[in-house]
């Protein structure tokens, strides 16, 4: 396995690009109310997006392995029992009092890839569904506090499941960050899931995605017929919180804040 290392330039470009990353999905969010449609919230993405000067949402036409076909759109948005990799454009639905969406947006800035995602209620939410976002905000939040240098990639998971599991909701079983910068998808994966001590080392350059995605059920998943959207089986609510890190000599750099 091969982990490409940026440098403090790089580092600083990425950085550039996830303040712009941070805005988008604010703005967006902002966005959030009963009678906006899916299509709605992607025509602003797309709009936000080029303003950048190059731009570019990195997600629209990439085919990851194993998929049927390029995604076609520039967000995953991802509506109560979906996990990840919602499509927005294609049968686009109107959001509703009390559901809960997941923004997710990966964007190119300059050449480099910033991956970032986060959940959000629309309107009156029920308990269950505040408790479930609060919980994997904080997993988030531990797992990137578990990102130092000297450390190993499964303090990440060990923090971010420490964090999960007393609550009795579950973590989506398989699904993980990944590196990140020169593509959307590079080594070395993040699990959520983890013995600290264990798994790579965390050296300074390294860029990755940390990215929580808790069930208020079972963790098991199952993928729709569009070949993209991952939707939890039992049908309960999924949240999803992602920033990309960078691990500098002194600790770490939450990129897309």
Not at 23 to 34: Q, W
Not at 65 to 92: D, K
Not at 108 to 135: C, M, N, W, Y
Request: charged share 20%; proline share 6%; with cysteine.
């Amino acid at each position: 396995m091969s982990i490409a290392l940026k440098s403090k330039e790089e580092i600083e470009i990425l950085r550039e690009g996830g303040k712009r990353h941070a805005a988008i999905l604010h703005a967006l969010s902002a966005m959030m109310k009963p009678g906006v449609s899916t299509l709605d919230l992607e025509d602003e993405a797309v709009r936000l997006i080029a303003e950048g000067e190059g731009d570019k949402p990195a997600h629209l036409g990439y085919t990851p392995y194993g998929a049927p076909r390029p995604f076609p759109a520039a967000l995953c948005l991802s509506i109560n029992e979906e996990i990840v990799h919602g499509i927005p454009n294609e049968q686009p639905k109107v959001l509703k009092e009390g559901d809960i969406v997941t923004i997710d947006l990966s964007l190119i800035h300059k050449g480099l890839f910033t991956d970032s995602a986060l959940t959000v209620g629309v309107g009156e939410i029920p308990k269950e569904s505040q408790d479930l976002l609060r919980v994997t905000q904080a997993a988030l939040t531990a797992g990137i506090e578990a990102a130092q240098p000297g450390g190993h990639i499964g303090d990440i998971g060990a923090a971010i499941s420490a964090v999960v599991k007393p609550t009795g909701f579950s973590l989506a079983k398989n699904l993980v960050g990944h590196g990140v910068g020169y593509a959307i998808h590079e080594e070395p994966y993040v699990p959520n899931e983890g013995e600290a001590g264990k798994g790579e080392k965390l050296v300074s350059g390294m860029v990755f995605a940390i990215e929580p995605m808790v069930n208020v059920g079972k963790p098991y998943w199952k993928t729709l017929s569009d070949g993209y959207t991952i939707v939890t089986k039992d049908g309960s609510r999924s949240a999803h919180f992602e920033h990309t890190v960078a691990i500098t000599e002194k600790g770490h750099i939450i990129l897309t804040s």
